[in-house]
């Protein structure tokens, strides 16, 4: 089957994967539902990713005492410095850099998916996308005005 390059009313198209063939209205309906709700969850994604990075700041490696004696002890610089000490901080940054590094795989995944959602050419599914987007970011603006 020839796909146009051109956006098209109709409500047949296939989208992402072969079993996802809409035939009828009915079925663009649902597959327009879906990926509205999609786009607003990415939109969410987005928020959720800056909140957590507003809440986890990489812990430094020497507090403020340490870098006032560095400062001070200029000539002993021949001692090797202490290795950096495993505290509750240093596992908090971890798990919110995992947790961040997860969240941007999804919002990476599933930025690709609407793009190949919306490069079916279905104008259904194009309004579905940018209706989706600015309700997402209509609900989760005034969630990042918060932080």
Same mark, same amino acid.
């Given at each position: 089957?020839?796909?146009?390059?051109?956006?098209?009313?109709?409500?047949? @198209?296939?989208?992402?994967?072969?079993?996802?063939?809409v035939?009828?209205?009915?079925?663009?309906?649902v597959?327009v539902?879906?990926?509205? /709700?999609m =786009?607003?969850?990415?939109? /969410?994604?987005?928020?959720w990713?800056?909140?957590?990075?507003?809440?986890?700041?990489?812990?430094? %490696?020497?507090?403020?005492?340490s870098?006032t =004696? /560095?400062?001070?002890?200029?000539?002993?610089?021949?001692?090797?410095?202490?290795?950096?000490?495993?505290?509750?901080?240093?596992?908090?940054?971890?798990?919110?850099? @995992?947790?961040?590094?997860a969240?941007?795989?999804?919002?990476?995944?599933?930025?690709?998916? %609407?793009?190949?959602?919306?490069?079916?050419?279905?104008?259904?599914?194009?309004?579905g996308?940018?209706?989706?987007s600015?309700?997402?970011?209509?609900?989760a603006y005034? %969630?990042?005005?918060?932080?």
């Amino acid at each position: 089957m020839m796909m146009s390059m051109h956006f098209t009313a109709s409500s047949r @198209v296939t989208l992402l994967f072969e079993f996802w063939d809409v035939n009828g209205p009915a079925g663009m309906v649902v597959s327009v539902l879906v990926v509205l /709700l999609m =786009t607003v969850f990415y939109e /969410l994604l987005k928020i959720w990713k800056v909140s957590l990075d507003s809440r986890s700041k990489p812990p430094s %490696l020497l507090d403020s005492s340490s870098r006032t =004696t /560095l400062v001070e002890t200029v000539s002993e610089s021949s001692v090797p410095p202490a290795p950096p000490q495993h505290s509750s901080s240093n596992k908090r940054w971890f798990l919110f850099h @995992v947790l961040q590094t997860a969240i941007h795989v999804v919002q990476v995944v599933l930025s690709y998916m %609407l793009m190949l959602c919306i490069m079916s050419y279905s104008v259904w599914i194009f309004l579905g996308v940018v209706l989706g987007s600015a309700i997402g970011y209509f609900v989760a603006y005034p %969630l990042l005005i918060r932080l």
